[in-house]
């Protein structure tokens, strides 16, 4: 069964690097829960988007209703803008667990028409994904409630790295759920000049788990 990891992709360098730093320990009580498109496909989503194709919400609407349920009682995995390439269109992929089952579904981007849909008998890895993504939405609400969004946490990182929001040339945050320290954090990296930072931020508390930095040779 194809499977959506809760963890975004983190841009690799791809030349040799050093470590120059150490893991901070992280103040946190208890555990908490838990084919990319061509340029060319990207850009016509990009545009579409913008001229008067439904909207994900749509999208998940349709869905739910061919599935006979209601948004209150899924776990949605994924709802995204993608390129069909066997039909040329563009269509939304969302997918969800309900009642047991795993639901894949592929949304007309233009129409909201119905593309495919699946269902399947949810197994041990869907109930742990699921488990996982349930416990990454209570974290988010509890950093939201904390006051700790996703700018503040790369604030964070920057004032322990030293280094001005300015002088960086990429970043990026989100949340993520660190398998080593049992609970879902605030993944952040950001590239200045040659040296590429990592911070695991609590997203309760603001503590530090863990940190590096890489190097250029």
């Given amino acids: 069964m194809r499977k959506i990891n809760l963890m975004t992709g983190i ?5 040799a690097a050093t470590m120059i730093s150490s893991v901070a320990v992280c ?18 989503i990009q545009t579409a988007s913008k001229n008067g194709q439904i909207s994900v919400e749509d999208a998940k609407a349709a ?26 269109i563009l269509k939304y992929d969302v997918d969800f667990y309900a009642e047991d089952k795993d639901f894949e579904y592929d949304i007309d981007a233009a ?20 488990k996982a993504i ?20 790369l604030d964070i990182a920057l004032k322990h790295a030293g280094v001005a929001k300015s002088d960086v040339s990429f970043k990026k945050v989100h949340l993520d759920f660190d398998d080593d320290l049992g609970k879902t954090i605030y993944d952040v990296e950001f590239h200045v000049g040659i040296k590429e930072y990592n911070y695991d ?7 530090i788990c863990a940190f590096d930095v890489d190097i250029d040779d």
């Fill in 111 to 130: 129409t909201g028409a119905v593309i495919k849909a699946e269902r399947e008998a949810m197994d041990a890895e869907d109930y742990a994904e699921m």
């Fill in 63 to 88: 869905a739910f209703a061919h599935a006979g349920l209601k948004e209150k009682d899924v776990v949605l995995r994924k709802a995204a803008l993608d390129m069909d390439d066997d039909r040329g």
């Fill in 11 to 15: 841009i690799a360098l791809t030349v």
């Fill in 27 to 44: 103040a946190a009580n208890g555990p908490a829960p838990a084919a990319k498109p061509a340029v060319e496909s990207t850009q016509m």
């Fill in 134 to 153: 349930k416990e990454s939405m209570k974290t988010k609400e509890a950093a939201k409630a904390a006051g700790l969004n996703e700018e503040g946490a």
């Fill in 201 to 207: 931020i609590d997203p309760t508390t603001g503590a």
